[in-house]
T-cell receptor, first 114, second 117 residues
Framework: DGGITQSPKYLFRKEGQNVTLSCEQNLNHDAMYWYRQDPGQGLRLIYYSQIVNDFQKGDIAEGYSVSREKKESFPLTVTSAQKNPTAFYLC?????????????FGPGTRLTVL | GENVEQHPSTLSVQEGDSAVIKCTYSDSASNYFPWYKQELGKRPQLIIDIRSNVGEKKDQRIAVTLNKTAKHFSLHITETQPEDSAVYFCAAAAPPDYGGSQGNLIFGKGTKLSVKP
């Protein structure tokens, strides 16, 4: 999991602003994922990508957008349409997108709305 | 779609005792069950996983059991140590083309384990 990096570690956003969270992996993994974690909750899937130039909505995609222009990068944009964005955001990757490969997580970005 | 329930939400044990965390799942097509450990403010890390073709798997003090008929799986930690204190998450996934599942991991809500010295 050391091959997945996220930046920044902490991010503060004013209401009405869009912000972009970075996720990079050097594991040569095809699949990448974005999860949101709230206190007392499990990890909830925002978006996932099984291959370059393709991505799918997860369970809570509203107010978020992604791109997958390069295999190693999967940035997440939190838009102003996301009404409650304060949370811990985790990026993950796996060798394939079959769901039965081990997912490795990045260190996370903690987003706070001021 | 898949639903994963995890119990208990909090668990406190004395050092040296055993800890057991249980999860149930709803999709009988699920065939991959990982367990992650997350220390405060850190990333989740895989500690053990099991696939549906086996009933039990062990790795030193950690073991996972799977009952496919009852659709539940459990994490067992023996001889607990203070460094085992963390939040543990179970998850389940089914193959992407089976019964409409998207092949993604569905996580339980976590169990906060506290090991008291």
């Amino acid at each position: 999991d050391g091959g997945i990096t996220q930046s920044p570690k902490y991010l503060f956003r004013k209401e009405g602003q869009n912000v972009t969270l970075s996720c990079e992996q050097n594991l040569n993994h095809d699949a990448m994922y974005w999860y949101r974690q709230d206190p007392g909750q499990g990890l909830r899937l925002i978006y996932y990508s099984q291959i370059v130039n393709d991505f799918q909505k997860g369970d809570i995609a509203e107010g978020y957008s992604v791109s997958r222009e390069k295999k190693e990068s999967f940035p997440l944009t939190v838009t102003s349409a996301q009404k409650n964005p304060t949370a811990f955001y985790l990026c993950a990757s796996s060798s394939t997108g079959t769901g039965t490969d081990t997912q490795y997580f990045g260190p996370g970005t903690r987003l706070t709305v001021l | 779609g898949e639903n994963v329930e995890q119990h208990p939400s909090t668990l406190s044990v004395q050092e040296g005792d055993s800890a057991v965390i249980k999860c149930t799942y709803s999709d009988s097509a699920s065939n991959y069950f990982p367990w992650y450990k997350q220390e405060l403010g850190k990333r989740p890390q895989l500690i053990i996983d099991i696939r549906s073709n086996v009933g039990e798997k062990k790795d030193q003090r950690i073991a996972v059991t799977l009952n496919k008929t009852a659709k539940h799986f459990s994490l067992h930690i023996t001889e607990t140590q203070p460094e085992d204190s963390a939040v543990y998450f179970c998850a389940a996934a089914a193959p992407p083309d089976y019964g409409g599942s998207q092949g993604n991991l569905i996580f339980g809500k976590g169990t906060k384990l506290s090991v008291k010295p």
